[in-house]
Nanobody, 112 residues
């Protein structure tokens, strides 16, 4: 049974950092492309970052490029999203995704 459980969200000041985790079970993360998405209040869910299977090549939304880094720890079967220089516009619920499977989300709030 595929499960994705996000954690690491919270309240942070502008310019701060957070690291989100997506703990996977029921499959091996290294075999699949994994992605992060986010949804701000009143907005559509949008793509943030993705990491490919095996080669670990990455791709990012323009809005986060240079500030966010997606990575994977195969030993822990976990995918991460390191978020630096956070801005108020980054406030959203962040979701981990593998194909048709989604986690429950973790709230990130950037505010002074």
């Amino acid at each position: 049974q595929v499960q994705l459980v996000e954690s690491g969200g919270g309240l942070v000041q502008p310019g701060g950092s957070l690291r989100l985790s997506c703990a996977a079970s029921g499959f091996t993360v290294s075999y699949y492309g994994m992605s992060w998405y986010r949804q701000a209040p009143g907005k559509e869910r949008e793509f943030v970052a993705t990491i490919s299977s095996f080669t670990d090549s990455t791709n990012y939304a323009d809005s986060v490029k240079g500030r966010f880094t997606i990575s994977r720890d195969n030993a822990k079967n976990t995918v991460y999203l390191q978020m630096n220089n956070l801005k108020p516009d980054d406030t959203a619920v962040y979701y981990c995704r593998r194909g048709v499977y989604w986690g429950q989300g973790t709230q990130v709030t950037v505010s002074s």
